[in-house]
């Protein structure tokens, strides 16, 4: 049908490329929303928390690719089953495929402290950080780790970062309440 009409076929052409150049692209998007996400969470009251949270969880989920997400999902399943020598393959074919990808590294991290692996939880921890700073979720597993480590200082600043990201994180509220009367008193 567009034969028919010459102009009209160099028309649709020239609004798809134009489309292609000024949209975002998916990972811009994305972190223009999480952005946005963010400050929503930061200035959120409790009842609203939630949701923001699952929002961001979900967006951060996503690697952008269906073989990557696969991964993802099987070393996520393996964790959930107890297969955690399963759960470290699938997690670590996903950071060498996608060595871009936060999520994989942080899920990689909590496999490796479930296997008292703390070095490498460590390291893959602070890849995750690295990549995606504001992980509230991360930054609290760095926190459990520096508990593990008996250094509660470290833990408290780590728990004190999160919570100011994520305000009613219910585990970050627990931490620093427990820790609290340790760190009285001290200079962080």
Known sequence: ??????????????TAAAAVLFLPR????QQISAEVL?????????????????E???????SGSPAMDLL?????NAMERGDLQEAAE??????DHAPLFARGWYERARVYFALELYGPSVADLERALALNPQDYNAIYALGALFEQF????RAYAAYLRA??????????????KRLRSSIEGREL
């Open 163 to 176: 919570k100011a990201i994520h305000p009613h994180h219910e585990e970050v509220s627990s931490a620093l």
């Open 1 to 14: 049908m567009l034969a028919n009409f010459p102009k009209l076929k160099a028309i649709v052409a020239a």
């Open 150 to 153: 008996r250094r509660p200082e």
């Open 90 to 95: 699938h997690l670590t074919a996903l950071t």
């Open 72 to 76: 993802l999902r099987r070393g996520r």
């Open 56 to 62: 961001l969880q979900a967006l951060w989920d996503r």
């Open 26 to 29: 998916d990972g811009e998007a």
């Open 38 to 54: 963010l400050q929503d969470l930061a200035q959120s009251e409790v009842s609203e928390a939630a949701a923001i949270d699952r």
